[in-house]
């Protein structure tokens, strides 16, 4: 499919408190940023401009080394722990605006951390944005719970419910499923990006993923899911033989 009016940015920034050095660590047999790398490649998108956007020369080095477009070092005031994933983004879609005269219609932004997104997902996506009357797509996850079996907790972890219910239905089966962003897919039209300065426009389509590929890696217990999840298959490079093909394209 053409995608010469996608921009897809993959942010990797060097410092995270939950688990130190993340980006720059080894999934299995691959570096961690190689997994949406390859996605990327399987997905069939062509003719698509792709950018590592991080501080950190180190991971610049490793994208560079697995052949991703690392064309800047990310300001420092937009790699801190409060740092605006927004912000970032345009600050993609500014560069490429004022080094490559490039004015992409879409932007994607494809996070490290949710190694297990398959290629599918991606084209999948795109497809949904561009041929709908939509302003986003947002990867999610089901959550099989109703707003009267979420709660608020305070200070002493008293809890209140999202919303008051007579009869509280807790059987998976007999709730209407509701779900959540999973930080896998933000795909967007970049007028609106930068003009709301937001990922969740109201007019947005979701894009359903399961467990696994929901998967998102923020601390070591993640990490160490990440690797059963690796060792046991349960996995897109192991059920995809395109995939395999990639496994030694270093």
Request: glycine share 6%; proline share 6%.
């Amino acid at each position: 499919m053409d995608a010469s009016q996608l921009l897809i940015v993959i942010p990797a920034r060097g410092g995270s408190k939950g688990l130190p050095g993340k980006n720059a660590r080894i999934l299995g047999s691959y570096p961690l940023l190689k997994w949406t790398a390859d996605a990327i490649t399987l997905s069939g998108l062509e003719n698509h401009q792709c950018i590592l956007s991080t501080d950190s020369e180190e991971i610049a080095a490793i994208g560079d080394g697995i052949g991703l477009d690392v064309p800047f070092i990310r300001p420092t005031e937009l790699a801190t722990d409060t740092a605006n994933a927004v912000d970032t983004i345009n600050h993609a879609l500014d560069w490429v605006k004022n080094n490559r005269d490039f004015h992409p219609d879409y932007l994607m932004m494809l996070q490290p951390t949710s190694p297990f997104r398959p290629p599918h997902i991606i084209l999948d996506a795109f497809s949904l944005l561009i041929e709908n009357e939509i302003d986003a797509v947002i990867g999610v996850q089901p959550v099989h719970r109703t707003l009267g079996t979420l709660f608020y907790a305070d200070k002493k972890n008293n809890i209140t419910p999202l919303e008051q219910q007579t009869n509280v239905c807790t059987r998976r089966q007999d709730v209407r499923t509701i779900y959540t962003p999973n930080g896998a897919m933000y795909g967007i039209k970049s007028n609106i990006v930068k003009s709301q300065k937001t990922f969740f426009p109201q007019n947005s389509k979701a894009i359903i993923m399961d467990q696994i590929q929901s998967h998102d890696i923020d601390d070591l217990v993640d990490w160490s899911i990440a690797n059963a999840y690796v060792n046991s298959g349960l996995n897109w490079r192991s059920k995809n033989t395109g995939g395999s093909q990639l496994n030694h394209a270093q």
